[in-house]
């Protein structure tokens, strides 16, 4: 039996067969699509290495059937910078440390991005530690990472104001 | 991951036409999908319930109750302004659940239909009756701490994980259910069944049936300025709670007029005693009371010796919730939701 869907990913149109239903986005993603920046950690939603944008909302890709996303429009971490330019949450990883070994780094950005987006962390560090707990690092980045979160909210923060002003 | 076959419908008939036992209704999948990789859910079909209209609505009603659709995701109905703030609590609850990730994707029908956490019944190569009926209970006589302290049986100790369902029980939501036959009603007390010797039969839902919403009503509405969700776990975030209460009040003049107290993770469901309750009418707001309702509420609890701690641990987060409801409700979502140590009244309550 093979299952059609059409996604968005990270911004082009892609109609994708899926031959079997037990297929996760996670694993469309890495072994199908060719887009192995989103990681596979716990596999469980434990952990948040395979993090992604569905709709806009950040999800557990390892937990989503593939099948189940016809339409849907989704991000990953290779849609994120616009050319050269650096996703601000991106570059504020690099200002900041926010990584050691990098292999939940990918499921960290698309998270803090998510985060931002929802808008109740703001650049509060209890909230952003908080809001980014299904994320885990192993090098133990924490501390690197909620100042890369604050900071990347800050300066979007002030990027939208300046935009509407 | 076992085979199993994938529907779509796109009508709620298309739904209920689909089933057949041995399938799974699909929400979120942070619940399902995860035990299907665990080998202990292996449902032949698979019907995914997101693409049905109208079970993802939040609908406030004429006279002050509220609908919440089935497929509502935890994050959305906690983020609703106007759910949030009647139901101060159960947003509180929603946000001390699992994580950012999780609360986007789980469905509030999947969060009341969330087995249990219990490691026995989710290692496949251990015996349980609740996944494997007469197998028999390696949790019982073992150091797994996620055990029920009320309402166990020898069948079965596992307690359900659930932070959301805890206020929901306290607040006396109703479940709207649907199934071929029709739609009907099923209280909240009685939808999560105590084990006895079927611990299998987890809830009050008919083969078939699904969850089409949930209703809170506007005299549960009341308790919003007094009430709070408090939940001890072993880490600060993103962790099932070892012990948790959810706690409302109703006060004039200083004087408690109606109460509500529900324990969670002590039991296969949220743990309510109108005796408890009833203490704290006409009484003003006082530790010893709170103390008093504390111990009627978990009358009857038994543990084995190594865990005789997590009894008073339940007593004391009761209380302590029953305190803090007293001291009424944040004017905003606490930075650590439900947690002991976020800030309480102004002042923050760790180091």
């Known amino acids: ?165 | 991951m076992k085979h199993f076959d994938y529907v779509q419908p796109k009508t709620m008939d298309e739904a209920l036409a689909s089933w057949e036992p041995g399938a799974a209704w699909l929400g979120g999948g942070t619940n399902l999908v995860d035990l299907m990789k665990l080998g202990v859910a292996q449902p032949q079909r698979v019907i995914d319930l997101t693409r049905i209209p109208d079970l993802g609505e939040i609908t406030f009603q004429q006279d002050g109750s509220v609908r919440i659709g089935a497929m509502v995701s935890n994050a959305a109905l906690a983020r609703h302004a106007g759910f949030a703030q009647h139901f101060p609590m159960v947003a509180e609850a929603l946000l001390s659940g699992a994580s950012g990730q999780l609360r986007n994707m789980a469905t509030v029908a999947g969060n009341l239909m969330q087995r249990t956490r219990c490691a026995y019944f989710q290692e496949e190569t251990a015996a349980c009756n609740r996944r494997n009926p007469g197998a028999g209970c390696d949790a019982r006589d073992s150091d797994e701490e996620l055990r029920a302290l009320l309402g166990a049986s020898p069948a079965c100790v596992a307690t359900n994980p659930s932070d959301f369902c805890v206020p929901l029980a306290a607040l006396e939501a109703q479940v709207e259910v649907r199934g071929v036959n029709g739609t009907r009603q099923i209280p909240f007390a009685e939808f999560h069944l105590l084990p006895g010797d079927h611990p299998e039969r987890e809830t009050g839902l008919e083969e078939g049936e699904l969850i089409v919403a949930l209703h809170l009503s506007a005299e549960a509405a009341g308790f919003a300025g007094h009430a709070r969700y408090l939940k001890v776990r072993d880490r600060t975030s993103f962790a099932f709670a070892t012990t948790a209460a959810a706690a409302a009040l109703r006060m004039e003049d200083g004087i408690i007029v109606a109460g509500r107290l529900a324990l969670g993770a002590v039991a296969a469901r949220p743990w309510r005693v109108a005796e408890a309750e009833a203490l704290l009418v006409g009484q003003a707001p006082d530790e010893a009371l709170f103390a008093r309702v504390a111990e009627a509420a978990m009358a009857g609890a038994e543990a084995p010796a190594h865990l005789e701690w997590k009894i008073d641990l339940a007593r004391r987060t009761a209380a302590r919730a029953l305190a803090m409801a007293a001291a009424g409700t944040p004017a905003q979502m606490p930075a650590l939701p439900a947690s002991p140590f976020g800030q309480q009244n102004g002042d923050l309550a760790h180091v």
């Open chain 1, 1 to 165: 039996m093979s299952l059609f869907i059409s996604l968005t990913l990270n911004g082009e149109a892609r109609d994708v067969s899926i031959d079997d239903p037990r297929v996760t986005l996670l694993d469309l993603l890495r072994e199908r699509l060719a887009l192995p920046g989103t990681k596979k950690g716990c596999d469980r939603g434990q952990c948040g290495a395979c993090t992604v944008l569905v709709n806009g909302q950040r999800a557990n890709a390892c937990l989503m059937l593939a099948a189940g996303l016809d339409g849907a429009e989704i991000t990953t971490i290779e849609g994120l910078a616009r050319g050269g330019d650096l996703h601000p949450v991106q570059a504020a990883f690099i200002e900041h440390d926010g990584f050691q070994c990098g292999y939940c780094t990918p499921g960290q950005i698309m998270s803090a991005v998510g985060l931002i987006a929802e808008g109740d962390a703001g650049s509060d560090p209890e909230r952003i530690r908080e809001g980014m707990s299904g994320n885990i690092c192993r090098c133990g980045a924490y501390h690197g990472i909620t100042l890369a979160v604050q900071e990347a909210s800050r300066r979007m923060a002030a990027k939208e104001e300046g935009d509407a002003a």
